[in-house]
């Protein structure tokens, strides 16, 4: 592992999300204020591979704490997948002088920081960039707090006009491998069934259970589905044939999850674990995943950030249940 880190890069990688830019802000300003030199790498590993790379100044990152997306932009590389890639890129590091990197993404993005690093000897620090929440060791991932909440004013909204007509929301919220912005606005919002792809859909029970509400006159319902479980499309489809009477609508979330002002705890928690990262880099704690655990930074290996994932709570589930009768 090469001595003292100078230069470092900093890239934000795979699916956007909210406070991406506060932690870019806060790597660059604890960088210079150390006396590093820092770079910005655009568009994921694509401009670390195309040699897209930028300086960075304490002005380059001002008035952006409040912007969603990324200044750097962000983008999935196929080329990274391969040590071609990950040579070609590394020789562009080399080139600048670049001996430190800062990744701000998800486990994709961290499986990738860790091949580099293995393979080339430069430190890599992970800050997980994720709206789905599905990174182990750390108990908020940048971006999550704020899908959530928008997730939660849009269902908040879909439910005023489903009380006024009596009618059956399906709700598609993103996460393609995880529940958690569903069980989160779900149980936000008082949804009467939450699905999500941690846990096997019993659609019998579904169905039986909005049979028997019908039955005593219940006909607003709210079922918040996670992407990752089936799609809103597909459990539509089989409420309207086994709960014909339900007058059954749709509505797919999408990308708007992704987007807007980072809440204040984003905001937060990406300045604090940008924070992290340099100083990690300085004190030499290497190829580490900066996390957050009961209010304490927390580092996890990168190999063993990428593998597990944050597990459901079983009494939240149980909170389902009782609450959303
Ligand atoms: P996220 O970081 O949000 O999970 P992806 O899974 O799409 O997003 O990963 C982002 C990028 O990280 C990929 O496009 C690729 O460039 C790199 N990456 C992901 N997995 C690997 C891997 N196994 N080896 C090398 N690079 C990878
Ligand atoms: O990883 C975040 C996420 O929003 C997932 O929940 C979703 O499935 C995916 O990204 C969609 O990504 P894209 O539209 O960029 O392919």
């Not at 749709?250 to 300045?271: E, F, K, N, T, Y």
Request: aromatic fraction near 4%; include cysteine.
């Amino acid at each position: 592992m090469e001595n003292k880190v100078t230069k470092i890069g900093v890239l934000t990688s795979g699916g956007d999300a909210p406070g991406m830019n506060a932690a870019i802000r806060a790597v660059v300003r604890t960088g210079i204020y150390n006396g590093l030199e820092v770079f910005g790498i655009m568009r994921g590993y694509s401009g670390m591979i195309e040699n897209d790379i930028v300086p960075m100044h304490s002005r380059s990152v001002a008035n952006i704490i409040q912007r969603g997306g990324t200044i750097l932009k962000t983008a999935r590389c196929k080329e990274f997948f391969e040590h071609e890639g990950r040579k070609k890129a590394h020789a562009n590091l080399k080139k600048l002088g670049i001996n430190g990197l800062v990744i701000i993404g998800g486990d994709g993005s961290f499986r990738g920081a860790h091949k580099l690093s293995q393979e080339f000897d430069i430190p890599c620090i992970g800050l997980p960039g994720t709206i789905d929440k599905d990174i182990a060791g750390t108990d908020f991932t940048i971006g999550f707090d704020t899908a959530v909440n928008t997730a939660v004013e849009a269902i908040d909204k879909i439910r005023d006009t489903a009380d006024a007509h009596d009618r059956l929301f399906i709700i598609e919220v993103m996460g393609r491998d995880a529940g958690y912005i569903a069980l989160h606005s779900g149980i936000a919002t008082g949804a009467e069934n939450i699905l999500i792809p941690e846990r096997k859909t019993d659609i019998e029970e579904l169905v039986n259970g909005l049979l028997e509400k019908e039955r005593r006159k219940k006909l607003v319902n709210i079922i918040v589905v996670a992407e990752g479980d089936r799609g809103a499309e597909d459990v539509a489809a089989i409420i309207k044939e086994r709960v014909p009477s339900a007058d059954t609508r749709v509505c797919v979330l999408g990308h708007i999850q992704r987007g807007g002002a980072p809440s204040c705890m984003d905001r937060l928690i990406a300045s604090r674990m940008g924070y992290s990262a340099v100083e990690s880099l300085i004190e030499g704690r290497y190829n580490v995943m900066i996390g957050i655990v009961n209010n304490k930074m927390h580092y996890t290996p990168l190999e063993k950030a990428v593998k597990a994932k944050q597990k459901i709570s079983e009494d939240w589930l149980k909170i389902v249940k009782i609450l959303a009768s």
